[in-house]
């Protein structure tokens, strides 16, 4: 072992205290048990909590509506997001830079203070609702519906999309938009059978970080749903800081930890027969 | 048809600058044309105005009849080759070639005899299944020939075809290239820096300089009576040298501080420059290495010599003028000073002000 590798320790060892450690006790706490009425961990290990989690229609439901949520919420983020990522790569010139920095102010600024904002544009006396009023269009409930809450976490995920969509598309050499348009292409189809092809690994990279992203979401589901509407993240959160049932909220946990180490290891295998078939 | 491909007065302009300033060029169908200038001459340029990935600011372009402007590129059935060949990475050769015939919307079977074809034009026969990537650099660009010509294109343009193959291989891609318009006889347009491409694969070059053409003739025409210095400068290997002569008030002539007699019938012609300076234009193999006293010569003093095989490029200095001699006799030595005898009907006389060629055979 090269000496070097000392000098590691320091951050190894801080990460195994703040990273590593509440890690493993969340681990062995969703496989203990409370005592009626009581907040005490009781003896022994099982998979109670487990059990009860999928088995319960109730957290079954909020497990598929979170999984759905997600799933909506990726295939909207890339809509939105592939012409703005084009759009700076290609158009933006000098704003280049400027947009970028943008696009990061909602993740840098945590998802509190956008989700605020976003009561104020959807609330009932919101922007959205007083401009429709005033133009004497009916007004659409917004806060406490799934679709409210879509919106939100699509507005805070977004740049998780934009981000590495625009890195790959950056490395798209134009050359071979205008080949395509030479050789009868029109915009649509060079779009569908060469950009996005080429785009692929920004494409999977941008739809996984905003689908774990949206899964373990808290703040946006929290505030925009009103408490009408129950997610992965805002269950956990009851059971934690209302319920106070520890070991339930850690298995609620560790089962949303599994469902991203699955998604996150489909995709590498998905990823690897796709080269493997290429490279033949 | 005399005007398959006719171009009017097109103008380029990028924010304050004029790229292309007014090129008007008639091509003829079925020939093999060069536009052929140095880097940022417009040429590039041009060639993209043509295909219709770039719009022109003025002007106007005609095709086998059809005027082009608001025809958009995907509409114009011209093949482009990219300099960097520009091959589809995640699709394979054969799919490469297909890309123009599927946006067309050809049967499968047509199709797949059409690739077959254009892959065994190219000699690609074979190689169908493989990735661009696991292709040479001369097969990938065989590979985007194959692909523009799949598509029976009305005009084949080549951007730069040679400039990313080795020196071996440009020689032998030169003669394919001609080989295959050759068979295909579709009307090509090349754009090139490297003049000796443009002179041995073109009928005709337009040589282009500084957003205008300065000349259009054939490789013939533009060596043998180029229409500027620039252009006498530009084409040839190695290009003509300049040497500025100057009349005395007495009607003799000086180079530099050098008084020069040049013989009676090159004399006879300098007689007819109306300015009291000229430009003479000479080639490296239409010069005589004489004694430095020698009648009709100017004195030159070796500086250097270059071994090309059989022969040898001597540089010299004329008055402060560099002038390249093809030589295959006996070499002087470096420093010495020796005549430079010019052949009087090979002398090419340029303005001293416009540049422009003083025709007076």
């Known amino acids: ?280 | 048809m005399k005007d398959y491909l006719h171009i009017e007065d097109v103008t380029k302009r990028f924010g304050e600058t004029d790229v292309l300033k007014g090129i008007s060029l008639t091509i003829p169908k079925g020939d093999f044309v060069a536009l052929l200038g140095p880097s940022g001459c417009g040429k590039s340029t041009l060639l993209k105005i043509i295909s219709g990935l770039e719009t022109e600011t003025a002007g106007r372009i005609r095709l086998a009849g059809e005027w082009l402007a608001g025809v958009p590129a995907f509409r114009r059935d011209i093949g482009v080759v990219f300099q960097s060949y520009a091959l589809f990475p995640h699709l394979s050769v054969a799919e490469n070639v297909r890309f123009g015939l599927d946006m067309r919307r050809m049967g499968r079977a047509e199709a797949d005899e059409r690739v077959r074809e254009a892959l065994d034009l190219v000699k690609l026969d074979g190689l169908g299944d493989r990735m661009p990537r696991q292709l040479s650099g001369g097969q990938q660009q065989r590979v985007a020939i194959a692909r523009a010509l799949a598509i029976r294109p009305r005009l084949l343009l080549l951007d730069e075809p040679l400039s990313n193959l080795d020196a071996i291989l440009r020689k032998s891609v030169r003669v394919d290239l001609r080989e295959l318009h050759a068979r295909v006889g579709a009307t090509t347009v090349m754009v090139t820096h490297d003049q000796e491409e443009a002179m041995s694969m073109a009928d005709k070059v337009a040589v282009m300089h500084d957003g205008a053409i300065e000349q259009w003739g054939s490789p013939e025409d533009i060596y043998e009576r180029p229409a500027t210095a620039f252009i006498g400068t530009f084409v040839g290997n190695p290009p003509a040298s300049l040497v500025t002569a100057r009349r005395h008030l007495s009607g003799g002539w000086s180079v530099g501080e050098s008084a020069w007699s040049p013989d009676p019938a090159l004399a006879e012609r300098l007689d007819r420059v109306r300015n009291l300076e000229v430009r003479l234009g000479l080639r490296a193999e239409r010069l005589d290495l004489v004694e430095h006293d020698a009648p009709g010569a100017f004195a030159a003093e070796l500086t250097s010599s270059e071994y090309l095989g059989g022969e040898r490029l001597l540089h010299f200095l004329v008055e402060g003028h560099r002038v390249a001699v093809a030589h295959a006799g006996a070499v002087p030595a470096i420093g010495a000073v020796v005549g430079l005898r010019p052949r009087a009907a090979d002398v090419m006389l340029f303005d001293i002000n416009t540049g422009l060629r003083i025709d007076t055979q």
């Open chain 1, 1 to 280: 072992m090269p000496p070097s590798i000392l000098l590691l320790l320091p951050a190894l060892a801080l990460s195994a205290v703040v990273f590593l450690a509440p890690f493993v006790w969340l681990a062995s706490t969703s496989f203990r048990t409370q005592a009626e009425g009581s907040l005490l961990l009781a003896d022994g290990l099982s998979f109670d909590n487990y059990v009860r989690l999928f088995a319960d229609p109730f957290f079954l439901e909020v497990l598929l509506r979170t999984l759905a949520y997600s799933a909506i919420t990726t295939i909207l983020s890339l809509i939105v997001a592939l012409p703005v990522a084009r759009f700076i790569v290609t158009r933006a010139g000098r704003l280049k830079g400027i947009l970028l920095a943008l696009m990061l102010v909602p993740l840098v600024s945590g998802a509190l203070l956008p989700s605020l904002g976003m009561l104020h544009l959807m609330g009932p006396l919101g922007v959205v609702n007083g401009a429709a009023r005033l133009m004497g269009l009916p007004t659409v409930k917004l806060l406490g519906t799934p679709t409210g809450i879509l919106i939100g976490l699509v507005q805070s995920f977004l740049p998780l999309m934009v981000l590495p969509l625009v890195n790959t598309l950056a490395r798209l050499p134009t050359d071979l938009e205008q080949a395509a348009a030479s050789l009868g292409a029109p915009a649509i189809a060079i779009w569908r059978r060469v950009i996005l092809p080429l785009a692929m690994p920004g494409v999977v990279a941008g739809s996984v970080l905003v689908f774990c992203a949206t899964f373990t979401s808290f703040v946006t589901p929290q505030v925009l749903g009103q408490g009408h509407i129950a997610t992965f993240g805002t269950v956990a959160y009851q059971q934690a800081g209302q319920v106070l049932d520890w070991p339930f909220a850690s298995a609620l946990a560790m089962v949303a930890l599994a469902m991203i180490g699955l998604l996150q290891a489909a995709i590498a295998i998905g990823s690897r027969l796709i080269r493997r078939q290429e490279a033949l």
